[in-house]
Nanobody, 116 residues
Framework: QVQLVESGGGLVQPGGSQRLSCAAS????????VGWYRQAPGKQRELVAI???????NYADFVKGRFTISRDSTKNMVYLQMNSLKPEDTAVYYC??????????WGQGTQVTVSS
């Protein structure tokens, strides 16, 4: 079992920056990929960024050049640095972990609101 807890959400102005954190605990040795997803009310959940165990990354087109996923393995932390935020980035952001055994784990989500 893996537990994920997001933090760092809040209100930010357009063009601003926000850094999200995801703390992982439990049986994390079997995780082969971590990532961030987001979901706005009435909209589909969408991939934001993922990082493999080797450190390779993939980003959704709408965040390329603006968002950066990173990790600190010694602290079991995953981060999402969000720059040049737009109102359309407003959503609940979820930390995700995929295990080698086929399980998907999700955090509780953290609200990011981009508004003036």
């Amino acid at each position: 079992q893996v537990q994920l807890v997001e933090s760092g959400g809040g209100l930010v102005q357009p063009g601003g920056s926000q850094r999200l954190s995801c703390a992982a605990s439990g049986s994390i040795l079997g995780i082969y990929a971590v990532g961030w997803y987001r979901q706005a009310p009435g909209k589909q959940r969408e991939l934001v960024a993922i990082m493999s165990s080797e450190g390779s990354t993939n980003y959704a087109d709408f965040v390329k050049g603006r968002f950066t996923i990173s990790r600190d393995s010694t602290k079991n932390m995953v981060y999402l640095q969000m720059n040049s935020l737009k109102p359309e980035d407003t959503a609940v952001y979820y930390c995700n972990a995929q295990s080698i055994t086929g399980n998907n784990y999700w955090g509780q989500g953290t609200q990011v609101t981009v508004s003036s």
